[in-house]
């Protein structure tokens, strides 16, 4: 609007009267997908999307990676479990941090180390985490919270054997950078915003109440999440593995 563009295209709604111009009323159920319904904005009401749309990717810049791990002090001689347990929509997408532990617990044992990734935000998660880990295997874990910009942690993921991941802006990246992924559902839907990437499994369980799209439990038990045990989780790290 004060560029003077002369088309301004968006969704009916947020309060974006006068800014736009062209006002688009959104059909969910023909745009279920949040990337469907940016992609939609791009072409003509009546017009179709394509039957495939282009999917995210990172491309690495092998110099800067090995600098990364340089920095950090990081070898990959063991395969690497990376965990993105924060979430700064809320904690309602947050999978407690003892299932986590017991999750990264197992992985350890089996000759894999653990490296946490997140912002300074989730240092308080990461460190909870680091705290439920039996003392021998914390050789093994790697807390990078809040010590990595955002490259250097498209950098490090990048050499992940498996992320495990909330519902994320990491767990997106992590996607696109076509890492076995598996994404942990609770408060929000994979049918929304899965991430765009073959090799995933997404983990849920079905509760009455959900999904809220809430940023707090509203009814303060947060089942979606508790009840979604570590065993679940790691039966589909291990499908996805190929470990069955």
Known sequence: FFANIQCR???RGEFRYGLLNDFRKLDEQRYPLMVE???ALAYEESEPLPSMLPRPQLLIDANECARSTEKF???????????????????SKRWPEAYYAE???EQVRSGWQLWLFGSANDQAVARKIKQQLPADLLE???DLTGKTVLAEAIDLLSLASAVVSNDSGLMHVAAALNRPLVAVYGSTSAKFTPPLSEQVAMVSIAVDCGPCFQRECPLGHQKCMQDLKPEKVL??????????
Request: with cysteine.
């Open 140 to 142: 093994h874990c790697h």
């Open 9 to 11: 295209t968006g969704w």
């Open 37 to 39: 319904r940016f992609v």
């Open 235 to 244: 039966a589909a790290l291990h499908t996805l593995l190929g470990e069955e």
């Open 103 to 105: 999750l990264a617990a």
């Open 73 to 91: 002090a990081l070898k990959t001689d063991r395969p690497v479990l990376a965990l993105c347990p924060g979430a700064e929509f809320g904690s």
